[in-house]
């Protein structure tokens, strides 16, 4: 794993923590259509979609905010329109498409509010959510390790967020999961280090198609806590 310097474990706080205004909220990582459909229904089957969410879209997400912050930090973004559309091209479903795009403009009005930078203005009209994480961990001084941790992190916390809200537990067994996980995080963060400088189309991309299913079911649930 790579080391993160005393100067960048603030920023890596900062980008990581769930009460930065950026929308994280919203979405439960495709939870609540799990515990809705029976998938997920006790705290073995909660840890079990955490980890293989991690290990699919989270492992997409991390390396694509590597290579955002990879890119951003030498100053160069002109691949930034090829990274969003091979991101794109790895999340079928238009409403996790459209999750990500939400988030990454709340997250890019937020970074533009909390630590402006330059670059903001390049990523287009709605950028996907790691490619804004990518950048935005380069102008706060993080590495491409730093960066796809940070968004590993967010996805992974706002997810066993959300099982508060839609499933009987107790919050203390959730964070174990989360301890547990920490270092299956830290070892994705450097398969998508590893990754970052490579060309887009060779970035992570592991699917979850029961994820982008269920997504265009919940989208059109009359009753529904998150946005997926």
């Given at each position: 794993?790579?080391?993160?310097?005393?100067?960048?474990?603030?920023?890596?706080?900062?980008?990581?923590?769930?009460?930065?205004?950026?929308?994280?909220?919203?979405?439960?990582?495709?939870?609540?259509?799990?515990?809705?459909?029976?998938?997920?229904?006790?705290?073995?089957?909660?840890?079990?979609?955490?980890?293989?969410?991690?290990?699919?879209?989270?492992?997409?997400?991390?390396?694509?905010?590597?290579?955002?912050?990879?890119?951003?930090?030498?100053?160069?973004?002109?691949?930034?329109?090829?990274?969003?559309?091979?991101?794109?091209?790895?999340?079928?479903?238009?409403?996790?498409?459209?999750?990500?795009?939400?988030?990454g403009r709340q997250l890019r009005r937020a970074m533009t509010g909390i630590y402006p930078h330059e670059h903001?203005?390049?990523?287009?009209?709605?950028?996907?959510?790691?490619?804004?994480?990518?950048?935005?961990?380069?102008?706060?001084?993080?590495?491409?390790?730093?960066?796809?941790?940070?968004?590993?992190?967010?996805?992974?916390?706002?997810?066993?967020?959300?099982?508060?809200?839609?499933?009987?537990?107790?919050?203390?067994?959730?964070?174990?999961?989360?301890?547990?996980?920490?270092?299956?995080?830290?070892?994705?963060?450097?398969?998508?280090?590893?990754?970052?400088?490579?060309?887009?189309?060779?970035?992570?991309?592991?699917?979850?198609?029961?994820?982008?299913?269920?997504?265009?079911?919940?989208?059109?649930?009359?009753?529904?806590?998150?946005?997926?």
């Amino acid at each position: 794993m790579a080391s993160i310097g005393a100067g960048q474990q603030a920023a890596l706080l900062l980008l990581a923590d769930g009460r930065l205004p950026a929308g994280g909220y919203a979405p439960s990582g495709g939870l609540e259509p799990a515990v809705t459909a029976g998938r997920v229904s006790d705290m073995a089957g909660l840890e079990a979609f955490l980890v293989g969410r991690a290990e699919t879209a989270g492992l997409v997400a991390a390396g694509f905010a590597a290579a955002a912050c990879v890119r951003a930090a030498r100053g160069d973004l002109s691949q930034i329109p090829e990274l969003e559309a091979e991101l794109d091209a790895r999340i079928p479903s238009p409403e996790l498409r459209k999750v990500s795009r939400d988030l990454g403009r709340q997250l890019r009005r937020a970074m533009t509010g909390i630590y402006p930078h330059e670059h903001y203005a390049e990523l287009g009209r709605a950028p996907h959510q790691p490619v804004v994480m990518g950048v935005a961990a380069a102008a706060l001084g993080l590495d491409a390790h730093g960066a796809a941790l940070a968004i590993l992190h967010e996805n992974n916390s706002g997810a066993a967020a959300a099982a508060a809200k839609v499933m009987r537990v107790d919050p203390f067994h959730v964070h174990a999961i989360l301890a547990r996980m920490t270092a299956q995080l830290d070892r994705l963060a450097g398969v998508a280090a590893a990754a970052a400088d490579g060309a887009p189309c060779d970035l992570p991309c592991h699917g979850a198609p029961l994820a982008d299913i269920a997504a265009e079911h919940h989208r059109r649930s009359d009753v529904r806590l998150f946005a997926s």
